[in-house]
């Protein structure tokens, strides 16, 4: 019986398991080094705010797996050889596979900073970081002052998890703006304003100089690069992004830029061996969307699309529009389509922008100033229907099609009766000439 090997238990590894057991009676295997069973990495700030406990980040019992014979090995993939398709682990064993699933997902960057490695350093990426969290940040008794350095979605996260146990935070962001990159100017100030509503020492256009270590090789205090500034603290966040997770391949066959390199089907250049999630780099972008996303939506697509092609229905990886959600702190935030940061803007992108009173809620509409076609829509604060814009970016509609029909993408209905023709005057105060 064929033998299909997956290494990796994430999102991306897991669904292609179900998938192929749905589709197929093959032995499958899934390796983890992180954890026995697959777990929500999404829900793991929930576990350190005290919404949920470990166990319950667990979408399926512990059960399933042997019901459905899918055998977990818990072992670390050192080296994979190709020629005898056979993986060599950490802790001496080896096994064989027919086929080979790449789904190791991402580990968070460093840039060889001075103290990265010091106790009390880390990341927030693995089961392992939350346990070392609840060392050296479970309380502010042990945690006087937290700092984390890199302002995207994990960190974030990471100093709203800090904020609901009262630990002192400072934020270094590199950006003059925060995650001014991806976000449009509006949007990234009022994320600014709300992160210090919440008392989160916001310190933009700032980057770490070197970490300091106490006697005991635990971090002491940070140095800010700009100013020189000393920031005495216990525990250091690194949440400057993340890259795939894919050293050990170094030294196989299988093609590696910044990611596994995959073409639409998710094969890599060695035939048998497939690589999907995080880890997955597609030769060339599709469309507008990046050649790595690490998003959980696009690695259980992944998932779905590698069992098809394993069990003989050869199938391409079409994501169709780009979407994605966060929080940030109280604010949700939602995009559709493209709509570009200040940054990225190409010079036919045009905004409309629309803001509430109470600086907690907006929209961000991109459209085509030449044709008019709108190209993708931001909300902050206010929750949209994905069905809706996906439907409207396919037809093409123009952004007056959408501002006239915006109810139809349910908006909280009784929030937008109220603001309907205050959303529609400021677009027409906007755009007059359109
Ligand atoms: C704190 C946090 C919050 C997030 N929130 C969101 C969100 O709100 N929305 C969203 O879309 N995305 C979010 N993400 C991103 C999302 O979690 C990832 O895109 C997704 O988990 C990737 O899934 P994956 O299966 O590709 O890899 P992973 O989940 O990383 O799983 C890979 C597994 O492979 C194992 N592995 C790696 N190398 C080896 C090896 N050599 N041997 C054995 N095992 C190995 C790893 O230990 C890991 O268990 C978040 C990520 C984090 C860290």
Redesign the pocket.
Known sequence: MEHIVI?????????AARHIRKLSDKKITI?????DYFF???A??YVYMGHMTFEHTKPYEDWFWKKNRIALKK????TIETDTKTLH??EGDTLKYDKLII????KPNTFGWKGQDLKGVQ????KQDLENLEIYAPNNEVCKRAVIVGGG??GI??AEMLHTRNIPVTFLVRESSFWNGVLPEGESAMINRHIKNHHIDLRLSSNLKEIISDETGKVKSIIIEETGEEIICDFVGLTAG?TP??D?LKHSNIELGKGVKVNRFLETNVPDVYA?????EQHEAIGNRRTI???????RM??EVVAQTICGNKMAYNPGHWF????FFNIEYQTYGWVNGFKKKPDYESHFHWKHDDDTKCITIAFDKNTTVFLGINTLGIRMRHEVFDRWLTEKQHVDYVINHLAEANFDPEFYKHYEQDIQRTYNNQFQSI
């Open positions: 290494i990796g238990n994430g999102i991306s590894g897991v669904t390796i983890s080094a992180e954890s929500s990495r999404t793991l700030m072992g670390f993939v050192k682990f950490a789904a190791t997902g991402s990341g927030l990426y693995t979605l994990i996260e990471l993340v997770n894919i050990f999907i999630g995080d880890c997955a996303e690490a998003v959980w939506y696009t690695g992944m998932g994605n959600s966060a929080k």
